[in-house]
């Protein structure tokens, strides 16, 4: 079945500490991957995605994500975290043609970022 | 520009009362995706339309729930006869047209709380 598995429910860690958030999918011919952040009572906003191309990716508040083939991987990191990074993050894909539309979400990871 | 747009924010039923809820896709996009987020958990996928046509629901509920996205006008998930299990955050996200799912934009979601 395709499913998308974020290994951590809670990650709590220090101002300016780094970060890696895993997610793991199950294995397809083809895959997008995408990486959302929520803050409370908001909706999402995407971080950073991976069509194709190179492997590490790059997008907002210094966030980078890194596409892993053969351990179905696109664990997301950051060198040093802010206490405003605290919110839910999601890992997200779409199997197959991008013209599918279906993302499939994982259960989310809780960034705590404590002073 | 504005982003993708939902109303009501919140919305509080009683169980056995219809439930309306609306997205207005951003300028240009001729797609729609609907998504609910259940307490504690990731988003779950429901439907996928555009403009007249249900593309994908493998994701609705059998019963009581439907979706439309008229030629004009916001596209519409109606749930009938609510229940408190229906209570969650619905988030609709819009695409481009031309297969472009890869390019969902969130909404700020709809809040339904069933009494």
């Known amino acids: 079945a395709q499913s998308v598995t974020q290994l951590d429910s809670q990650v709590p860690v220090f101002e300016e500490a780094p970060v890696e958030l895993r997610c793991n999918y199950s294995s397809s011919v083809s895959v997008y991957l995408f990486w959302y952040v929520q803050y409370p009572n908001q909706g999402l906003q995407l971080l950073l995605k991976y069509l194709s191309g190179s492997t590490l990716v790059k997008g907002i508040n210094g966030f980078e994500a890194e596409f892993n083939k053969s351990q179905t991987s696109f664990h997301l990191r950051k060198p040093s975290v802010h206490i405003s990074d605290t919110a839910e993050y999601f890992c997200a894909v779409i199997y197959g043609s991008s013209n599918t539309g279906k993302l499939i979400f994982g259960q989310g990871t809780t960034l705590q970022v404590k002073p | 520009n504005a982003g993708v747009m939902q109303n009501p924010r919140h919305l509080v039923r009683r169980r056995g009362q219809e439930a309306r809820l609306r997205c207005s896709p951003m300028?240009?996009?001729?797609?729609v995706y609907w998504y609910r987020q259940l307490p504690e958990e990731g988003l779950k996928f429901m439907v996928y339309?555009?403009?007249?046509?249900?593309?994908?629901e493998s994701g609705m509920p059998k019963e009581r729930f439907s979706a439309e996205f008229p030629k004009e006008g916001p596209s519409i998930l109606r749930i009938q006869q609510v229940v408190r299990g229906d209570s969650a955050a619905y988030f609709c996200a819009s695409s481009p047209p031309g297969g472009g799912a890869h390019e969902q934009f969130f909404g700020p979601g709809t809040r339904l709380t069933v009494l």
């Open positions: 300028k240009g996009h001729s797609h």
């Open positions: 339309l555009q403009k007249e046509n249900i593309i994908d």
